[in-house]
Antibody, heavy 117, light 107 residues
């Protein structure tokens, strides 16, 4: 069965970076996009962008350019999102989801990032 | 970017009641509209894709309709387990954009 397993919660200091992972299983990793979505506690969903592991292509929503960087390791079927220059506004849940010319049909469980000094 | 407006923001209804949630796009999205259900403390879950296609395993009491800029999610008979926040998502053009959500509670 399709699964997306995300890494554990992160506590980071302002100005630093965190790298979140999303390990895929149960399907051909290089055939689907991995999307990343942000959700601040009690708030709505923000689409950050995607990586297509098939060719490494990426797309970032304008708001997240310079903030997020996507990579993928096809040997381990794992997608990564690096969040840099962290501020308290980056404190949120981050989800990965499978998609690409299709709906976001499978989601990771989410990971909480807390930015605090 | 395409703006997605959901209404109402909050809805309280009785078990067994027919419930309708709305989503309006700022421009034509050609039926590339999905609905997601998010229960408290969980990841969102796909309910309906491309306006009216029920995702695998989703109960038939959920249905979707719409075209152009206006879309609707209907729950034909509200059940206690349907308490959640519902989000619409347009996939017609990049960047993908979500509606702000409708929080559904049982009266």
């Amino acid at each position: 069965q399709v699964q997306l397993q995300q890494s554990g919660a992160e506590l980071a200091k302002p100005g630093t970076s965190v790298k979140l992972s999303c390990k895929a299983s149960g399907y051909t990793f290089t055939s689907y996009y991995i999307y990343w979505v942000k959700q601040r506690p009690g708030q709505g969903l923000e689409w950050i962008g995607y990586i297509y592991p098939g060719n490494g292509g990426t797309y970032y929503s304008e708001k997240f350019k310079g903030k997020a960087t996507f990579t993928a390791d096809t040997s381990s079927s794992t997608a990564y999102m690096l969040l840099g220059s962290l501020t308290p506004e980056d404190s949120a849940y981050y989800f990965c989801a499978r998609g690409g010319g299709s709906p976001l049909d499978y989601w990771g469980q989410g990971v909480m990032v807390t930015v605090s000094s | 970017d395409i703006q997605m407006t959901q209404s109402p923001s909050f809805l309280s209804a009785s078990v067994g009641e027919r419930v309708t949630l709305s989503c309006r796009a700022s421009q034509n999205i050609n039926k590339y509209l999905d609905w997601y259900q998010q229960k408290l403390g969980e990841a969102p879950k796909l309910l309906i894709y491309n306006t009216n296609n029920l995702h695998t395993g989703i109960p038939s009491r959920f249905s979707g309709s719409g075209s152009g800029t206006d879309y609707t999610l209907t729950i034909s008979s509200l059940q206690p387990e349907d308490v959640a926040t519902y989000f619409c998502l347009q996939r017609n053009s990049w960047p993908l954009t979500f509606g702000s959500g409708t929080k559904l509670e049982i009266k």
